[in-house]
């Protein structure tokens, strides 16, 4: 069992900035990597941003230069800088985890980016 706590949402200004933050839990937690995904209104969920155990990370084309995403790996944290946020940022931000392999989702926090 694996839990994901997830907090930072809220509604900013275009250009404005906004962290995200993302605990995981559980008992013999093994994590290949930690991240966020996104879901726009009436979008697919994306991937926006993956940082893995050994350091390497994956960003979505859309939040490169833009969003940066870094990891407590003693507490099983992981952290998503959002700066220079447009509007079409605004969507429910999951936080992700792979334990083992199978991924892992959190609740999910609001992001509203005003024009």
């Known amino acids: 069992q694996v839990q994901l706590v997830e907090s930072g949402g809220g509604l900013v200004q275009a250009g404005g900035s906004l962290r995200l933050s993302c605990a995981a839990s559980g008992s013999s937690l093994r994590l290949n990597a930690m991240g966020w995904s996104r879901q726009g209104p009436g979008k697919e969920r994306e991937l926006v941003a993956l940082f893995f155990t050994g350091g390497s990370t994956n960003y979505a084309d859309s939040v490169k230069g833009r969003f940066t995403i870094s990891r407590d790996n003693a507490k099983n944290t992981v952290f998503l800088q959002m700066n220079s946020l447009k509007p079409e940022d605004t969507a429910v931000y999951y936080c992700?985890?792979?334990?083992?392999?199978?991924?892992?989702w959190g609740q999910g926090t609001q992001v509203t980016v005003s024009s």
């Open positions: 992700e985890a792979i334990v083992a392999g199978r991924p892992y």
